[in-house]
């Protein structure tokens, strides 16, 4: 993910951008760049290509300094990875300007701007922007007012954040769907997409709102509504720690991991949605143009990934109406495979270092497949650099072994994905703007769904004499199933495996008893009848029942529990059929990690696992 940096203050600023670069590098970029206003009315930049750490060389090659800079971190969209596309864009050597987000129309407002004589150094709708500011400057306005006309020419999700050197007495910043933070401190104000980025200067932000454009001076700062209205915005005192990878208030990085999923998924969808679609290209430069031409998916990856990938194959084919299969990495390596004509291959990867995910890669690259596309919470990663299209997961820093929000902003990435073929392939406009209505609530749900905890708790301390547990789902939560038992199990050490709950009489039934848990996923969806079934086939055989349920699901959780009070339902709001799979795997999360604080093992750093599995 790009990332910004501004900073106005009463002394040098290089410093503190370059920092801000640094706290930002999870997100994912390609590219950075550094802007600082100079006497006279001149300005310097540094671009490159590449980690911030080469940035910061070059800096150091050519040291200048400046009480007034802009930042920025770039990942792709519009050009390919050169230092001529990375940010910041300067209009006429006077007005620098960096963007997270796309404009779609950037084509019609380049081809304006060329009529009037302006010349494009980049393939970037970016450029543009400063171009339009600098020609709303030319007709005798100031940089205010010249933002706030610029960005009613504009349609698409952005951030930006623009000075004008020979008025340096301002940074001007603005967004649509795409987040903006202002921070105050005793010497300056500065601007960053992240409070993280400005934890080192100062706790004290405002959060621009939808439409919002603010003037961002050294003593003062000033904002306008949509409507241009000045108005106030109400400032908050960050409680995050400066150090993004300290655990802080919870026991556990697992534990914080899991309360961080609301924000990562958040972050994961941010500036690739707006008008109740998803943004063209968020895949990659003219990743479009080959979207359009899938007519099979093809998804490979391991462990939690997989399973991940499982949820998406249900979804491609209901929605987008395109047959997709999904594989574990380590078994599709070594098989004869067959490709069907126009696939493209997704790879999911936390780490994107994952061998058999790699070694996967390398093999489809020989078997004409139309593209490749990695979903991958690490922007420097093998399986990043190696893609033809890349959708990074906003995670940020995973420490816990056992993936918890990697796991659920990957299920945010590949509805992104099939939404977009959805869309494609001609799925009504209505229904698509419900389902990515139902998707923009998902952090929202996620956090909902975390107030479960004390009766998971309490579902936990039942399960920690258990040497054995079963986990059932249907549908899109059989893979919800799966990865439960694969929590469980690799934290707690309880042996536990998920099943299809129509599989039950198949033989799965025979171990159902007495002293056998049955962990069962229930949505209100179109399968709850079958899966009431399938638990009614579970308490006849006296199998004890622990349920996590949507609230509309409508179960008798009296006799699910009968005789005498065995198990338990738990019902919260999985916001949808859409986006349940995510909502209802937070639960499990917060069971298998009780479940194993209970039992005293090492929850971060279970027994013969690793983070990364970099060997076959």
């Keep these: 993910m790009c990332g910004i940096v501004g900073a ?14 640094r706290r930002l590098e999870y997100r994912g970029y390609d590219s950075t760049g550094l802007a600082l206003a100079q006497p006279g009315g001149e300005l310097t930049l540094w671009r490159t290509v590449g980690k911030v750490a080469r940035l910061a060389d070059k800096i150091a090659a050519n040291p200048r300094e400046g009480a007034l800079g802009i930042a920025h971190s770039r990942w792709a ?30 084509l019609e407002i380049r081809a304006a701007l060329a009529n009037k004589g302006y010349a494009f150094a980049s393939e970037t709708d970016t450029e543009v ?3 339009l500011i600098h020609d709303f400057i030319k007709q005798g306005h100031d940089l205010t007012a010249a933002v706030q006309l610029a960005v009613k020419r504009l349609t698409g999700a952005y951030a930006i954040v623009v000075f004008d050197a020979k008025q340096p007495d301002r940074i001007v910043v603005a967004r649509i769907a795409s987040p903006l933070v202002i921070g105050f401190g005793p010497h300056g104000n500065y601007v960053a997409s992240d409070v993280q980025a400005l934890l080192p200067v100062t706790r004290q932000f405002i959060f621009l709102e939808e439409g919002d454009v603010a003037e961002v001076r050294c003593d003062v700062v000033r904002v306008f509504d949509a409507q241009g209205h000045a108005v106030a915005r109400k400032p908050h005192e960050s409680t995050l720690s400066a150090d993004a990878v300290e ?39 003219d990743a479009e143009q080959l979207l359009e031409r899938v007519r099979h998916v093809q998804i490979v990856a391991c462990g939690t990934s997989y399973h991940g990938g499982l949820v998406a194959r249900y979804w491609c084919e209901s929605l987008a109406g395109i047959p997709c299969s999904v594989e574990i990495a380590s078994e599709y390596r070594y098989r004869d495979v067959v490709v069907p004509q126009n696939s493209l291959f997704v790879t999911i990867s936390q780490s994107g ?31 990043v650099r190696e893609s033809d299209l890349v959708l990074m997961t906003r995670a940020g820093p995973e420490i816990g072994v056992a993936s918890t929000k990697a796991n659920t902003t990957q299920l945010a990435a590949l509805a992104l994905l099939v939404l977009e073929l959805a869309r494609l392939n001609g799925l009504p406009a209505e229904r698509l703007r419900a389902l990515v209505a139902e998707l923009e609530h998902l952090p929202r749900a996620v956090a909902e769904a975390l107030r479960v905890e004390p ?9 920690v004499s258990k040497q054995h547990a079963l986990f059932l789902g249907r549908g899109t939560h059989w893979p919800v199933a799966l990865e439960g038992a694969l929590k469980l199990k690799e934290i707690s050490y309880i042996h536990a495996e998920g099943y299809p709950a129509g599989e039950l009489k198949h033989g799965p039934l025979a171990l159902v008893d ?19 079934s399938n638990l009614a086939e579970v308490r006849a055989r006296g199998g004890e029942l622990f349920v996590f349920a949507d609230a509309n699901a409508g179960l008798d959780e009296a006799g699910l ?14 916001g949808g059929n859409f986006i349940a799979p995510a909502v209802l795997t937070v639960p499990l999360q917060l069971l298998a990690y009780h479940a194993a604080v209970l039992r005293g093992t090492d929850v971060d750093q279970p027994r013969n696992l690793a983070k990364s599995v970099t060997v076959e």
Aim: with cysteine.
């Design 129 to 131: 922007v400063a171009h």
């Design 8 to 21: 106005i203050a009463q002394h040098d600023v290089t410093p503190i951008l370059v920092e801000g670069l």
């Design 77 to 106: 969209t519009h050009g390919g990875v050169t230092e001529a596309n990375a940010h910041p864009h300067v209009s006429e050597n006077r007005i620098a300007l960096i963007h997270n987000g796309i404009i779609e129309n950037h």
């Design 514 to 532: 007495d002293d056998m848990p049955i962990i069962a996923v229930v949505p209100n969806d179109q399968l709850l009848e079958k899966m009431k």
């Design 353 to 383: 270092e994952t061998a058999d995910t790699l070694a996967a890669l390398s093999q489809a690259k020989k078997l004409g497949y139309l593209g490749t596309l990695a979903i991958c919470n690490v922007p420097e990663s093998s399986l």
């Design 455 to 463: 009766r998971v708790i309490e579902v936990a301390r039942r399960l």
């Design 247 to 285: 655990r802080g208030e919870f026991a556990h990085y697992m534990q914080k991991e899991i309360h961080e999923q609301p924000q990562a998924i958040a972050d994961t969808l941010e500036g690739r949605i707006a008008n109740a679609r998803v943004l063209p290209n968020i895949f990659g430069v």
């Design 561 to 574: 529990c009968a005789p005498h009070g065995r198990g338990a339902v738990i019902r919260l709001d999985a």
